[in-house]
């Protein structure tokens, strides 16, 4: 007998930004900690077909999903928070509902009726959560509708939440996260824009079972009983997400308030007992404790964006923890960076990351970094663009090709060590046409890096058109530049490294992708540990001097 799917529907309000996926994440981390089946999906509602296409000033960095889906930065939250690989069916945009329905328009599969908003767009929504729910035998199904409720690119997606949960009755429950600003000099929390936000739901058909009042000052209890009353829900269902340092810390905070009780109860749900978060506990105390730092560079072109390196910021912190060590990370614009002041910006570090990226701005400033990186012996992790600007800088000053370049970046280039992918020179297409998703990997026994995975077979997830180019193999291992990973397909490299150097390793792929709270990247962890080693040893060679 199939399981009976409760669905859970998180929406926000009055302003954006006030963190929609990291409860949604925390909701799914207490319901799998108690043992519970979950997925969780995002829907946007811009028309972009995906975020592929989207400039990181839009909506801060692309995450990939194993099978090859570009997708918004919640689903990294989502994986990080879960431990639970996302597919295309967990990220849906208007577009691509839109999509659908003029697909089957086109086929005729509408009878000749006229298609309209509702029911055919409506309905195609609500088939995307139901088939989610369908796929994996699941006791609940989470998705958060982006936007703020008054958005009228929302609308649709409301109307389908409105659908479900009269078509659903108790197996459905919605969560409204909504902020209550302090007016400093009031020296009160007002509650206000909480109620107007309520009544733009309410007016859409939409009865909140759930407010998480999002705050930066604790909210007294008799603010939230006035919530409650003027938002015609329960007192006790009234929770608040209270700034914390860390979040990690969401889900605790959550938990104390009793939100997954609340759900568990207002859906029929059989629980007992309280939820299993000894390891998740034990990584916030290992964090709590850490007190030495761990000083990382994070070399990119968008280090002003809070968002646009948002899981390799993630993964250096799991790994710090781990390595229970606080990360004091330093963003550098690779922009800015030169010949005559790479030593004073790179120095004090413990280690660097040559971020990924697209296009020629800010290249010229990572091959900077990474020259005076190899020469000083820092370690060094560079990713897809970042590993590519290695091979390009190791081919110009090492091995003497001055004019060396990826055929991005310089078409005309005379030594193209990194190429168009053979595969992409026929397309013409830039949405959901790169090398996407999981691909496998062969390591080199032996090698640095096949030492800190502790395999030699793996699976990585890709996002790029360019590639190493096979035709300079030979030359760059000769002269140190060891390609240690390939695809046993394609050939194609996917990893280099530098043995005689402390740690000095370029991936093609994203591991960053794959690191998450409970199961942190082994690459990640490794560049930590000799970051942790090289500053050790460079504050004991100072203190002697």
């Not at 550098?332 to 570090?349: C, F, P, R, Y």
Request: glycine share 8%; aromatic share 8%.
């Amino acid at each position: 007998m199939a399981k009976e799917t409760r669905y859970i529907f998180v929406t926000g309000g009055v302003v954006s930004s006030l963190g929609k996926g990291i409860i949604s994440s925390s909701i799914a981390r207490l319901l799998l900690s108690r043992g519970f089946n979950v997925t969780i999906q995002k829907f946007d509602p811009y028309i972009n077909i995906d975020p592929g296409t989207l400039n990181p000033y839009e909506h801060g960095e692309c995450y990939v999903t194993v099978d090859g889906h570009e997708a918004d930065l919640d689903l990294g939250h989502y994986e990080r928070f879960t431990n639970i690989k996302t597919t295309r069916a967990n990220n849906i945009t208007t577009g691509r509902v839109y999509q659908s329905v003029i697909d089957k328009e086109r086929r005729g599969d509408y009878l000749g009726k006229t298609v309209q908003i509702i029911p055919h767009i409506t309905d195609e929504i609500k088939s995307c959560v139901k088939r989610l729910g369908e796929t994996g035998d699941f006791d609940f199904v989470i998705t958060e509708i982006g936007g703020t409720v008054g958005d009228i690119e929302s609308l649709p997606f409301l109307e389908a939440v409105r659908q479900l949960k009269w078509e659903l009755g108790d197996k459905c429950v919605c969560v409204h996260l909504t902020y209550v600003p302090y007016i400093r000099a009031a020296a009160e929390l007002k509650t206000k824009p909480t109620q107007h936000s309520v009544k733009l739901l309410q007016q859409v058909g939409i009865q909140p079972d759930i407010l998480v009042l999002r705050t930066e000052k604790e909210i007294p209890q008799a603010v939230c009983h006035k919530v409650a009353q003027f938002c015609n829900v329960r007192e006790g269902a009234v929770t608040q997400s209270v700034d914390v340092p860390s979040i990690y810390e969401v889900p605790l905070n959550m938990h104390r308030q009793h939100l997954d009780t609340l759900i568990l109860e207002k859906t029929g749900t059989p629980y007992s007992g309280e939820p299993d978060l000894a390891r998740w506990n034990k990584f916030l105390n290992q964090m709590r404790e850490a007190t030495e730092e761990v000083r990382i560079g994070l070399v990119g072109k968008y280090v002003e964006l809070q968002d646009a390196y948002k899981s390799i910021d993630e993964s250096l912190f799991q790994a710090c923890t781990y390595n229970d060590r606080k990360l004091k990370l330093r963003y550098i614009s690779s922009e800015s960076l030169t010949d005559g002041n790479v030593a004073e910006k790179l120095s004090g570090l413990d280690g660097v990351v040559v971020a990924p990226g697209f296009g020629q701005r800010g290249t010229e400033g990572k091959f900077v970094a990474l020259k005076w990186c190899r020469e000083n012996d820092i370690p060094t992790f560079g990713i897809c663009l970042g590993m590519q600007c290695m091979v390009i800088e190791f081919a110009r000053n090492v091995l003497g090709m001055s004019d060396a370049n990826s055929a991005e970046l310089d078409p005309l280039t005379a030594h193209n060590v990194i190429d168009l992918m053979e595969e992409q020179k026929s397309i013409t297409n830039m949405g959901g046409t790169m090398r996407l998703g999981a691909y496998a990997c062969h390591l080199r026994p032996g090698s640095r890096v096949a030492e800190a995975y502790g395999k030699t077979e793996i699976e990585e997830r890709h996002r790029h058109r360019y590639e190493f180019n096979n035709e300079y193999r030979e030359v760059m291992e000769q002269a140190g530049l060891k390609c240690v990973g390939e695809n046993p397909q394609s050939h194609l490299v996917e990893v280099v490294e530098m043995p005689d150097k402390r740690w000095y390793v370029g991936t093609q792929y994203h591991p960053e992708y794959s690191s998450t709270v409970l199961s942190p990247h082994p690459l990640f962890m490794d560049f930590v540990r000799a970051a942790i080693k090289y500053g050790s040893e460079r504050d004991a060679s100072s203190a002697e001097q």
